[in-house]
């Protein structure tokens, strides 16, 4: 027999992202999937979650139905990201987690609508939590990067994800100063799509132009660790047939550079709107930056030949979100005030 209060004393700690999904509890990480669904067309149920439904995507038939229910960091489609997070949970759990759970602590980007935060609390209800608490990502990626949000001493963090790229100014487990923009990760994959096609009159998948972001992906043609260039397989827009061609980090670093300009020009944004005694403490403690594109090679370069102040790049950048809403799960009392309900 199952301990009813084992099950009791479970919590999670959720980073549902625009592109990847994270499930934590207090000390371990439980799963982490690309934020992708299938559906079978014909009734209505679940082919794939995750990796397996990744992989189909770009690459189904018609009797498949794949979503992506997230967009711009928040839920875009409401039954399928609520089915999405009940089957990457039972992944872990097995049929079990519907006995309920203490604490659920889920992130959720700072510039949301009281209407977005509803959807998530709402696909969160499911799980019948006892406590279900929102947290602001770029306060959960600060925590995770392990930074103190709690003192008066202003931290600059930028979050680059998926689907948006925020840029805050924290103290005293607040937002003292803040931008969005909806420029990040899908964005840089679509410019990367985009060029093909105008340039080369070649069409590439999504997932194509993703790869090339990751592997010969740059913000400045001048790499100290220059990675080899790329060979991408796309179809020839005219002719119809597969076609192959070479790409290099500079020629993404050129793609890249005004979606970048755009981001540096919220964080400079962000600097002015501050108070000139956070503004100090920024001077000090430089910029922290994390969420998946804070791997494109140069970032750091970049920022601080523009931006004139010392850059930090998360080194765990995917996770950092989801080990702050868990570093709350171990202390919610302590994190109180940065909990919403
Ligand atoms: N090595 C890499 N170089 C560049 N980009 C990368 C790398 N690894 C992952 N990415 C990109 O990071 C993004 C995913 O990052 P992350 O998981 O932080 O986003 P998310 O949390 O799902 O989205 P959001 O925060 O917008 O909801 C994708 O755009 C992916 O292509
Ligand atoms: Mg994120």
Same mark, same amino acid.
């Given at each position: 027999?199952?301990?009813?209060?084992?099950?009791?004393?479970?919590?999670?700690?959720?980073?549902?992202?625009?592109?990847?999904?994270?499930?934590?509890?207090?000390?371990?990480?439980?799963? $982490?999937q690309p934020s992708y669904i299938v559906f079978n067309v014909e009734n209505n149920t679940v082919k794939a979650v995750g990796e397996q439904a990744y992989s189909m995507f770009e690459k189904h038939h018609d009797e498949l139905k794949p979503v992506k229910p997230l967009k711009g960091g928040v839920i875009a489609? !409401?039954?399928s990201a609520s089915r999405m997070i009940h089957e990457l949970v039972r992944q872990v759990n097995g049929k079990s987690f519907m006995s309920g759970y203490e604490y659920i602590i889920s992130?959720?980007?700072? $510039?949301?609508?009281?209407?977005?935060?509803?959807?998530?609390?709402?696909?969160?209800?499911?799980?019948?939590?006892k406590h279900t608490y929102l947290m602001y990502e770029p306060?959960?990626?600060?925590?995770?990067?392990?930074? =103190?949000?709690?003192?008066?001493?202003?931290?600059?963090?930028? =979050?680059i994800g998926g689907g948006i790229t925020e840029i805050v100014i924290i103290s005293l487990s607040g937002v003292a100063a803040f931008q969005s923009v909806k420029i990040a990760g899908d964005t840089f994959d679509q410019e990367i799509q985009d060029h093909f096609r105008r340039n080369y009159n070649m069409?590439?998948?999504?997932?194509?132009?993703?790869?090339?972001?990751?592997?010969?992906?740059?913000?400045?043609?001048?790499?100290?660790?220059?990675?080899?260039?790329?060979?991408?397989?796309?179809?020839?827009?005219?002719? @119809?047939?597969?076609v192959t061609r070479k790409i290099d980090h500079s020629e993404v670093a050129h793609i890249l550079d005004k979606s970048i300009g755009a981001i540096e020009h919220a964080v400079i944004q962000t600097l002015e709107t501050c108070p000139p005694e956070l503004a100090a403490d920024i001077?000090?403690? @430089?910029?922290?930056?994390?969420?998946?594109?804070? !791997?494109l090679r140069g970032l750091r370069q970049r920022f601080e030949d523009r931006i004139k102040l010392p850059v930090h790049i998360d080194d765990e950048a995917l996770h950092s979100v $989801?080990?702050?809403?868990?570093?709350a799960l171990q202390d919610p009392k302590k994190y109180r005030s940065v909990l919403m309900e």
């Amino acid at each position: 027999m199952m301990n009813f209060n084992f099950f009791r004393n479970r919590s999670l700690a959720i980073d549902l992202g625009n592109n990847n999904t994270l499930v934590r509890d207090k000390n371990n990480l439980l799963v $982490s999937q690309p934020s992708y669904i299938v559906f079978n067309v014909e009734n209505n149920t679940v082919k794939a979650v995750g990796e397996q439904a990744y992989s189909m995507f770009e690459k189904h038939h018609d009797e498949l139905k794949p979503v992506k229910p997230l967009k711009g960091g928040v839920i875009a489609d !409401y039954d399928s990201a609520s089915r999405m997070i009940h089957e990457l949970v039972r992944q872990v759990n097995g049929k079990s987690f519907m006995s309920g759970y203490e604490y659920i602590i889920s992130g959720i980007p700072f $510039s949301t609508t009281e209407v977005e935060r509803r959807a998530l609390r709402d696909a969160l209800g499911q799980f019948n939590a006892k406590h279900t608490y929102l947290m602001y990502e770029p306060l959960a990626a600060a925590m995770g990067m392990g930074l =103190d949000i709690q003192e008066p001493n202003g931290k600059m963090v930028i =979050d680059i994800g998926g689907g948006i790229t925020e840029i805050v100014i924290i103290s005293l487990s607040g937002v003292a100063a803040f931008q969005s923009v909806k420029i990040a990760g899908d964005t840089f994959d679509q410019e990367i799509q985009d060029h093909f096609r105008r340039n080369y009159n070649m069409a590439i998948g999504l997932k194509t132009a993703e790869q090339v972001k990751i592997k010969v992906g740059a913000v400045v043609d001048t790499l100290v660790d220059k990675p080899e260039p790329m060979i991408v397989r796309g179809k020839d827009l005219m002719e @119809g047939i597969p076609v192959t061609r070479k790409i290099d980090h500079s020629e993404v670093a050129h793609i890249l550079d005004k979606s970048i300009g755009a981001i540096e020009h919220a964080v400079i944004q962000t600097l002015e709107t501050c108070p000139p005694e956070l503004a100090a403490d920024i001077y000090l403690n @430089g910029i922290h930056i994390t969420g998946g594109n804070a !791997y494109l090679r140069g970032l750091r370069q970049r920022f601080e030949d523009r931006i004139k102040l010392p850059v930090h790049i998360d080194d765990e950048a995917l996770h950092s979100v $989801s080990k702050g809403a868990a570093k709350a799960l171990q202390d919610p009392k302590k994190y109180r005030s940065v909990l919403m309900e």
